[in-house]
T-cell receptor, first 111, second 113 residues
């Protein structure tokens, strides 16, 4: 398996634009997580899905953030409108039986 | 709610020296515990995990960790550090009622030649 695949690896966008981050989990994994990593706040869990259903989205910072998992092999994290304080590295991870595997991350810069 | 504390933000060791990174968790039942490593610009890689059984677990790259219930700790150790071990290390816990994985704040390891 190629592991968890995230795209794009880097994204630079202007404030106010919509940003969509994509994730393909490892085949057969039943949980998917979105994390945000910044120097100030470390690794924050934004949302996680189990069997494609959102279980806990308490970490989503505000309504500008939304996440979907339309099927077992794809998930998106959308920010609309984006703001400079959203600049961070966003990681997707998938797991089976609690052991999580991470993608390489998407480095988002909002200018 | 469960939480993970890594008291050391930054540790510096000489190459060849032994290493211990501290991790304390707060959780009522027996947790699932993990150590991950993150090299600059990379994602997180699983070093080792503890679910149950033997409290001393072996991981990749020569690392080991010991689960001590009495101290609520899961410290990571390596007998002899290599320069390539310089990275950020994260301890994490999972609630066995869900798959929610919670991370500590990380410990940055610097290795001097």
């Amino acid at each position: 398996d190629a592991g968890v695949i995230q795209s794009p690896r880097h994204e630079v966008t202007e404030m106010g634009q919509e940003v969509t981050l994509r994730c393909k989990p490892i085949s057969g994994h039943n949980s998917l997580f979105w994390y945000r990593q910044t120097m100030m706040r470390g690794l924050e869990l934004l949302i996680y899905f189990n069997n494609n259903v959102p279980i806990d989205d308490s970490g989503m910072p505000e309504d500008r953030f939304s996440a979907k998992m339309p099927n077992a092999s794809f998930s998106t994290l959308k920010i609309q409108p984006s703001e400079p304080r959203d600049s961070a590295v966003y990681f997707c991870a998938s797991s089976l039986s609690a052991e999580a595997f991470f993608g390489q991350g998407t480095r988002l810069t909002v200018v | 709610a469960q939480s993970v504390t890594q008291p050391d933000i930054h540790i510096t060791v000489s190459e060849g020296a032994s290493l211990e990174l501290r991790c304390n968790y707060s959780y009522g039942a027996t947790p699932y515990l993990f150590w991950y490593v993150q090299s600059p610009g990379q994602g997180l890689q699983l070093l080792l995990k503890y679910f149950s059984g033997d409290t001393l677990v072996q991981g990749i790259k020569g690392f080991e960790a010991e689960f001590k219930r009495s101290q609520s700790s899961f410290n990571l150790r390596k007998p002899s550090v290599h320069w390539s071990d310089a990275a950020e290390y994260f301890c994490a816990v999972v609630n066995d009622n869900t798959d929610k994985l919670i991370f500590g704040t990380g410990t940055r390891l610097q290795v001097f030649p």
